[in-house]
């Protein structure tokens, strides 16, 4: 059973929940690698936003032209309740994306295909994503790396210790929640390395880009030395297919 991004009460939590690790070493590599290629006067879809706080980030950094959408109408009331100032956020039902061909340099999904159940419907996803994306742009992906499980992360912990997990199984992954003794315990699909390289390939298109990111201590908050064994573990991975 995964997780129901449309319950009111997950989406609070999950929006409450501070995530300057996965932000340290997921979202600013990703942003950076996509400023890097393209610059910042892009049009790029956050497909999966969920409350928009990367979307957000985007636009905080100088991003002119983000557009997030997600299926959970919770989740984008949340994203559209926190501002919309030089961004757009959308309630998509089902895969088709309501945009023409060749719409956006740029479409990121952050922690999206590891909420989605089934293989097939990550190929439906792709190759609709690749259909609104202009000739020469290109898809990244950023997830919880398949390889790092059961990792105290400051924040969070994906999977149970010394669980070793299969491609296409159900994971919990717990988050601490400020102020809350409880974590948020969701459910995420394990989802291998080949199901990545297969998915892109069934949508007809190879990957350009498949980077293992990694903790930085020196990224670390100040009295927090007992993380400092997570030095180089790899907590994500980020990929990229560019449409031809
Ligand atoms: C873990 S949250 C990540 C949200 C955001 N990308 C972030 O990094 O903060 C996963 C999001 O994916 C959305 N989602 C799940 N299945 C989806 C689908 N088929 N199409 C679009 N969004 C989906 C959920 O509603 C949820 O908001």
Redesign the pocket.
């Known amino acids: 059973m995964n ?1 129901n ?2 319950e009111q009460n997950i989406a609070e939590l ?1 929006d409450a929940y501070d ?1 300057w690790v ?1 932000n340290a070493f997921g ?1 600013q590599p990703l942003i950076a690698e996509l400023t890097c290629s393209y610059g910042k006067g892009i049009s790029v879809l ?6 928009g ?2 979307s957000r980030r985007l636009r905080d950094d100088g991003f002119d032209y983000v557009t997030g ?4 109408p919770t ?1 984008i009331e949340k994203a559209i309740s926190a501002g919309t100032n030089r961004l757009r956020f959308e309630q ?1 039902h ?2 088709n994306l309501p945009f023409p061909d060749n719409s956006f340099e740029a479409v990121i ?4 295909f ?3 159940p089934e293989r097939r ?1 990550l190929v439906r ?1 792709t190759t609709e994503v690749m259909r609104i994306l202009k000739p020469g742009g290109s898809y990244y992906i ?1 997830d919880t790396h398949p390889q790092t499980t059961g990792v105290d992360y400051p924040t969070y912990r994906n999977g149970e210790h010394g669980i070793s997990y299969q491609d296409g199984d159900n994971r919990p992954v717990y988050l601490t929640i400020p102020g809350r003794q409880q974590p948020l315990e ?1 459910v995420d699909k394990q989802w291998g390395l080949s199901t990545y390289r297969n998915t892109f390939a069934a949508a007809g298109l190879s990957l350009t880009t498949e980077r293992n990111l990694p903790f930085d201590n020196s990224q670390l908050p100040v009295h927090t030395s007992e993380f400092r064994t997570l030095q180089d573990t790899k907590p994500y991975i980020l990929l990229r297919a560019t449409k031809q």
Not at 46 to 51: F, K, P, R, T, V
Not at 69 to 72: A, L, N, Y
Not at 109 to 112: A, D, R, T, V
């Open positions: 997780t991004w449309t999950f995530d996965e979202y956050d497909y999966g936003c969920g409350s706080k990367v959408v997600d299926i959970s989740m998509i089902g895969p999904s952050c922690f999206l590891i909420n989605i419907e996803i950023l969701i």
